[in-house]
T-cell receptor, first 112, second 115 residues
Framework: GQQVMQIPQYQHVQEGEDFTTYCNSSTTLSNIQWYKQRPGGHPVFLIQLVKSGEVKKQKRLTFQFGEAKKNSSLHITATQTTDVGTYFCAGLVNTNAGKSTFGDGTTLTVKP | NAGVTQTPKFQVLKTGQSMTLQCAQDMNHNSMYWYRQDPGMGLRLIYYSASEGTTDKGEVPNGYNVSRLNKREFSLRLESAAPSQTSVYFC??????????????FGPGTRLTVT
């Protein structure tokens, strides 16, 4: 079945450093979504990418969708303590089913 | 709008007991999902429902049943709870139509412990 691999599993950074998490799918995706889960919380939708090569920005966060629509990345510039949490990607293969496969997430900790 | 609501928030069961987790959404979404998340792990799909009246198995359906009661409600039932089902359970919903409508909105979760 479809697999979505996410690396790294953990990332510890000093406040102000940059952070990147990568997502790779074994199959071509219709779209990819990114979510953030704060410790003890529930996943919260951040953004959805649909087009090949698409780049979207949300303040210090930059999201990219690969040309082949099999990989994606989330880059955070100048991390802050509020960025702490686990970031998940989710790849959609079959739009009829509306079912996405989640990666295992990257947990970010930020040292002040 | 409340978004996605789940009840109960916490539950402790003894092995062999049964229970139903309730989920409701008020966003007129078509698809609904049940996930489990074990400590330090990702989200694993238990069951999903692409529309009212339909349900399909996800990657870890054993030991669970679901019911899509109407467009708003999607319940998850544990018939005979086992310690391996100790987890946090999240319900989610999605419009799941058109080119942009696949983002999922999650409920606050149910923290279940089976002893």
């Amino acid at each position: 079945g479809q697999q979505v691999m996410q690396i790294p599993q953990y990332q510890h950074v000093q406040e102000g450093e940059d952070f990147t998490t990568y997502c790779n799918s074994s199959t071509t995706l219709s779209n990819i979504q990114w979510y953030k889960q704060r410790p003890g919380g529930h996943p919260v939708f951040l953004i959805q990418l649909v087009k090949s090569g698409e780049v979207k920005k949300q303040k210090r966060l930059t999201f990219q969708f690969g040309e082949a629509k099999k990989n994606s990345s989330l880059h955070i510039t100048a991390t802050q303590t509020t960025d702490v949490g686990t970031y998940f990607c989710a790849g959609l293969v079959n739009t009829n089913a509306g079912k996405s496969t989640f990666g295992d997430g990257t947990t970010l900790t930020v040292k002040p | 709008n409340a978004g996605v609501t789940q009840t109960p928030k916490f539950q402790v069961l003894k092995t062999g007991q049964s229970m139903t987790l309730q989920c409701a959404q008020d966003m007129n979404h078509n698809s609904m999902y049940w996930y489990r998340q074990d400590p330090g792990m990702g989200l694993r799909l238990i069951y999903y429902s692409a529309s009212e009246g339909t349900t399909d198995k996800g990657e870890v359906p054993n030991g669970y049943n679901v019911s899509r009661l109407n467009k708003r409600e999607f319940s998850l039932r544990l018939e005979s709870a086992a310690p391996s089902q100790t987890s946090v359970y999240f319900c989610a919903s999605s419009f799941a139509r058109g080119p942009q409508g696949y983002e999922q909105y999650f409920g606050p979760g149910t923290r279940l412990t089976v002893t």
